[in-house]
């Protein structure tokens, strides 16, 4: 079955970065675009950026721009999210997300939390 499975998240200080990572097992990874979205307390879910299969488009919520970078190894079944000069808005629970099999599969969720 579809596995989905987060890493990275944590306190960071503003101004300073994280690396989320998602690795992928049970479908071919390589024929799919990956997106993380993060998620608010008592708010919906909303995407941050996603990648295409081949990892050569990519696109970012307008709020991350500049700060945030997607990345994918398919030879490790893996999606990255950089998230460099991170402010305390960044503060949320992140997921990875992808929709092989005409449906939508989703991880655990890291928390990221942006304070001094």
């Known amino acids: 079955q579809v596995q989905l499975v987060e890493s990275g998240g944590g306190l960071a200080q503003p101004g300073g970065s994280l690396r989320l990572s998602c690795t992928a097992s049970g479908f071919t990874f390589s024929y799919y675009a990956m997106a993380w979205y993060r998620q608010y307390p008592r708010k919906e879910r909303e995407l941050v950026a996603a990648i295409t299969s081949t990892g050569g488009d990519t696109n970012y919520r307008d709020s991350v721009k500049g700060r945030f970078t997607i990345s994918r190894d398919n030879a490790k079944n893996t999606v990255f999210l950089l998230m460099n000069s991170l402010k305390p808005e960044d503060t949320a629970v992140y997921y990875c997300?992808?929709?092989?099999?005409?449906?939508?599969?989703w991880g655990q969720g890291t928390q990221v939390t942006v304070s001094s």
């Open positions: 997300n992808t929709n092989p099999y005409k449906s939508n599969y």
